[in-house]
């Protein structure tokens, strides 16, 4: 047996003591929220750090993704990918937007492009794709089809933070980017999100958006909501920026020793990057298929009964929950290789404080039958 318990990742933690200045900054200026020092600096920060023009932070991704919506006046049906967390279509639902399912590329797992147009319809106004464990979609094909539709693309981007490709940030690409800084994130802020957009009149839209509306004391101009990040969260994420870096640095050396240990374990399929320049080693997905002695589950049950808690990360897919299933476009036989990746896939435990002896003791699990 394994001494601790090993997850599929841990939020890293900056030490205690390096936040107290930050939160004596906060009970010096009595600025709790709505704007505050530290979140303007956060946002500029971010921008920065990213390589992108404007960020709008968010009490967390899933409202950004709302807003995002909102902003743009998505209406009607939205392409999107089964294989994501559930809140990706939720946001749709929420805005009372039709999810149209689109079939995910077996080698990237994201949304597949050449299944796009068949779903295109009068009423599709948007496309919604996922970045999924960071790995680029194919940004080009899907710009293409949505220059020659006339439609939005809203990435959801809740894993791709820091990914870039070879012309920069990852982020840049479609009319909106949205991120999610929840604990359990490669960057993380408690909870928190962000939207990130290409102007300023957008950036001002969306920031009037998260905060009800409200243009000014007593001019409000759009039914928004509450999406503000307060003070505290936005303090974290300006310490987290601090040791970003080296927390990469460190999911970087945990990716190469997985890949080294398991490439050649038959019937373990690594899920190899799309296309990026800098990764940012947010997951470590394997597929397991017939050719392994065990199957996903009992390999799943194998490493949960060693304290090794791996997740199936995304079974089950969004389109079999009861709220999206009767959908025509839900059904089975439209998604094949989503519902075949969903009964295959574990992603394995990365983040910076696993330690070296963890990790053999998870790759000696995986190698012997
Ligand atoms: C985490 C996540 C979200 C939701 O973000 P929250 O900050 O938890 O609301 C949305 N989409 C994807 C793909 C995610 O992984």
Redesign the pocket.
């Known amino acids: 047996m394994s001494k601790k318990p090993i997850y599929v990742t841990q939020p890293y933690l900056p030490p205690l003591e390096e936040f107290i200045p930050y939160l004596q900054k906060i009970w010096d200026n009595k600025f709790l929220t709505n704007g505050g020092p530290m979140h303007e600096q956060l946002e500029a920060a971010l921008s920065d750090y990213l390589g992108v023009e404007h960020v709008a932070l968010f009490n967390?991704?899933?409202i950004a993704?709302l807003t995002a919506l909102q902003a743009l006046r998505v209406t009607g049906e939205v392409i999107t990918t089964p294989y994501?967390?559930v809140?990706?279509a939720h946001s749709l639902l929420w805005n009372g937007i039709k999810p149209i399912f689109v079939d995910i590329d077996p080698h990237t797992l994201n949304l597949d492009p050449e299944k796009i147009e068949a779903a295109i319809t009068p009423q599709t106004t948007a496309i919604m794709p996922?970045h999924c464990y960071g790995n680029p979609c194919d940004v080009d094909a899907i710009q293409k089809i949505a220059d020659n539709y006339n439609l939005r693309v809203i990435y959801?981007a809740?894993?791709a933070f820091g990914v870039e490709d070879a012309g920069g940030s990852i982020l840049r690409h479609g009319d909106l980017s949205v991120l999610?800084?929840?604990a359990t994130?490669v960057f993380n802020t408690f909870?928190g999100?962000a939207i990130v957009c290409p102007d300023a009149k957008t950036k001002k839209r969306i920031d009037q958006l998260k905060n009800f509306g409200f243009v000014d004391e007593v001019t409000v101009v759009a039914p928004g909501i509450n999406g503000k990040m307060s003070e505290v969260n936005a303090a974290f994420g300006l310490l987290q920026l601090q040791h970003i870096d080296h927390a990469l640095e460190r999911r970087r050396e945990i990716d190469q020793f997985y890949r080294l240990q398991l490439h050649d374990v038959p019937g373990i399929r690594l899920v190899n990057s799309a296309g990026q320049t800098t990764a940012n080693y947010s997951y470590f997905p394997i597929l397991v298929d017939a050719d392994y002695p065990l199957n996903r589950d009992a390999l799943y049950q194998k490493l949960k009964d060693n304290n090794v808690f791996a997740r199936r990360y995304f079974y089950p897919l969004i389109s079999n929950f009861p709220m999206y299933r009767g959908m025509s476009s839900a059904q089975h036989n439209n998604l094949p290789i989503a519902n075949l990746v969903a009964e295959q896939i574990i992603c394995l435990p990365i983040y910076p404080a696993l330690e070296n002896e963890q990790l053999s003791w998870v790759a000696d699990l995986l190698q012997e039958h």
Do not use: I, M, P, Q
């Open positions: 967390n991704g899933t993704l994501s967390f809140a990706t996922v959801d809740a894993h999610s800084f929840h994130k909870e999100g």
